[in-house]
């Protein structure tokens, strides 16, 4: 699905503020595993999944996606593919208030060819299965922290990406409602959806639904486990 | 196609979500496009109203100067001047002004002239006891036809007039405060002389003998003075002097504009607005996505007010009688009776305005949006 050869990002190159966030990280992610990228706060583990999800550049090293190096790729192709390939939730959620839930979720696929009836189609499908339809005509800034976390991750769901990034998912959310998220992104995984997560959360990384923890420590790798063969 | 009704949809309500802010520039915008479609409006108005005259002028008209002033003509000079080569016709006229101080207005008292292509609105041509008026006249004194028109000059002398007819607005400067009666009851009004008329118009055959014409007039009556078309026109401009106004006027919606895009670029892109960008960016809309977006933004808002304001300006300029830019305007409000210009409307003002007001605004909401959309969308990871 996709590898990282040998990454590595250095932020404000030459200038005093110089920052080597990433140094030659290298993994693989397979299909329909979970992933998560663990380690204490500026550890890069933000860096990494932007690189992943292709809104990073990296200064060094090769991204792969579906074996077809990204890295020296024009915006405009970076764009579309992350549109195909990948559903990013934020840590902040970045969702856009003054505007519906619908509206929210819909909006990754406005400038698509995808017929409105549809995206509406989809709309309603995701809104069940995250058990928040009755939300669909709320503005955002209306919601509670989980409800808008399953807008953010329902936003990542409509252009149904192979890939699902989520930086730090539960960071607002209490114990009830991360088990809720990851008993969620368990079932995107099941569905066959690879889902990497950063996170420094136990209840994230000590669960027993993810597959691969890989431990970063000053933007290098120090541990890689594979905890559970995949079915 | 689809794409684009979406992403109008969403520009749409964009726009609405910041409500305030786009209604407050709407304003604005609005306003400025009123006051540039408004001095486009009115200063071509006043030049078709003055290109009107100009055409409507007699070739030649011949004064008689004594004590250099214009005084009254003798009949026997025509018979002179019409013996000069090139001269198809000469015709006196009869005219003087009026000061009425009813209305504190200052009618133009006239006969009827062959050369005056006046049409008549409603009625006939006046015959003796009966007038007819120009439309600013009528307004002023609320005259209708039937009505009847009284003229004072000191205390003895009085003229009672039926209104036969009114001047339709073919040209309101030159009809406007006009009053057109017969011959008899004008001389008799102003005492004039019977042998006597206020000038000649001189109908040369061949325009470019104007001048020669002009020339053996001179040398022939030394006390006349011919005074060619070109030369009435110059007398028009001086009565509107408008020039100086206008350039006041142009100057105040310069600055207007300035303070606008001033005001507009101080703004800028929002935190909030870069934030959307970035969003947007992240989730898979291509730059040329959000510039699209934006495109609609701006198009709305400023298409809306180019619409509004060329409106606005319109019924301002010629049904409010431009009264905005009456302190600039004084001259010929004194001047002459008020009288409502008539709508000219020309396309290519149009197309000016729209290049002053609707493609800067475009441009000032595009750029700082297009430069926002091609950074990477990594920064808003971590807001
Ligand atoms: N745009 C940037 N310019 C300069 N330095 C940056 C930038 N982005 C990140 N960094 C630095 O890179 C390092 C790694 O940042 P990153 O956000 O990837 O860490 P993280 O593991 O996600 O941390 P956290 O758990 O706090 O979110 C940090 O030291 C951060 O200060
Ligand atoms: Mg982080």
Redesign the pocket.
């Known amino acids: 699905m996709v590898s990282v050869e040998a990454v590595s990002?250095v932020?404000?190159a030459g200038m005093p503020?110089e920052?080597?966030?990433?140094s030659e990280v290298s993994l693989d992610t397979g299909r329909a595993e979970m992933v998560v990228?663990k380690?204490?706060?500026?550890?890069?583990?933000?860096?990494?999944?932007?690189i992943i999800g292709c809104m990073v550049r990296p200064t060094q090293g090769k991204v792969l996606i579906d074996g077809r190096d990204v890295v020296k790729l024009p915006e405009r192709f970076l764009t579309q593919i992350r549109r195909k390939t990948f559903g990013f939730i934020f840590?902040h959620f970045n969702l856009i208030p003054g505007i519906s839930v619908g509206e929210n979720i819909c909006l990754p696929l406005y400038p698509t060819r995808i017929p409105t009836a549809v995206m509406k189609d989809r709309l309603h499908k995701i809104l069940t299965n995250l058990d928040i339809q009755h939300k669909v005509n709320t503005e955002v800034t209306r919601l509670s922290g989980g409800e808008r976390q399953r807008v953010a991750i329902a936003r990542a769901l409509i252009n149904d990406p192979e890939m699902l990034l989520a930086?730090?998912p539960t960071a607002h959310l209490d114990s009830k409602l991360s088990e809720d998220l990851i008993d969620i992104l368990r079932r995107l995984s099941q569905q066959g959806k690879t889902v990497i997560i950063?996170s420094?959360d136990p209840i994230v990384y000590d669960n027993h639904v993810v597959n691969r923890i890989i431990e970063?420590r000053h933007?290098r790798v120090v541990d890689h486990q594979i905890k559970q063969a995949l079915l | 196609m689809r794409k684009h009704y979406r992403i109008l949809e969403y520009a749409l309500s964009s726009l609405l979500r910041r409500k305030y802010k786009n209604l407050a520039l709407w304003f604005i915008y609005t306003l400025l496009v009123c006051v540039l479609s408004s001095v486009m409006f009115l200063t071509h108005s006043l030049k078709t109203e003055a290109l009107n005259v100009f055409t409507d002028a007699p070739e030649l008209i011949v004064q008689r100067l004594s004590g250099g002033r214009h005084d009254l003509i003798p009949l026997q000079y025509a018979a002179l001047i019409e013996s000069i080569p090139g001269v198809a016709s000469v015709q006196p006229r009869y005219w003087g002004y009026y000061y009425d101080p009813l209305t504190e207005g200052n009618y133009t008292i006239m006969t009827k002239t062959t050369n005056a292509e006046l049409n008549l609105l409603t009625g006939t041509m006046p015959q003796e006891g009966q007038c007819a008026v120009g439309k600013g006249v009528a307004l002023a004194r609320q005259l209708d036809i039937d009505d009847t028109m009284f003229f004072t000059l000191g205390s003895e002398q009085k003229l009672m007039l039926k209104v036969v007819g009114i001047f339709t607005v073919n040209s309101s400067v030159l009809t406007n405060d006009l009053v057109v009666l017969n011959k008899n009851d004008l001389t008799r009004f102003f005492t004039m002389d019977k042998a006597k008329a206020t000038d000649f118009i001189v109908r040369v055959g061949n325009e470019l003998e104007i001048n020669t014409v002009a020339n053996k007039i001179r040398r022939m009556l030394p006390d006349t003075r011919p005074i060619a078309r070109s030369e009435i026109l110059r007398t028009y401009e001086n009565v509107f002097n408008w020039r100086g106004g206008m350039a006041l006027v142009m100057f105040c919606g310069t600055l207007l504009a300035f303070f606008i895009f001033a005001w507009d670029k101080a703004t800028g892109l929002s935190a909030e607005e870069r934030q959307e960008i970035g969003i947007l960016k992240a989730i898979g809309w291509e730059t040329s996505d959000v510039l699209t977006l934006k495109f609609w933004e701006a198009m709305v808002v400023s298409f809306t007010s180019f619409i509004g304001g060329l409106i606005l300006g319109y019924v301002h300029v010629f049904y409010l009688g431009g009264s905005i830019f009456e302190p600039f305007l004084k001259g010929w409000s004194v001047l002459l009776p008020p009288f409502d210009l008539i709508p000219y409307i020309d396309i290519y003002q149009v197309i000016v305005i729209f290049f002053l007001t609707v493609v800067p605004y475009l441009a000032s909401t595009i750029i700082p949006a297009w430069k926002a959309a091609i950074a990477d969308p990594?920064?808003i990871?971590?807001t």
């Open positions: 990002k932020y404000n503020d920052m080597l966030a990433l990228l380690g204490p706060s500026g550890s890069g583990k933000t860096t990494l999944l932007g840590q930086d730090e950063a420094h970063m933007g | 990594d920064t990871m971590r």
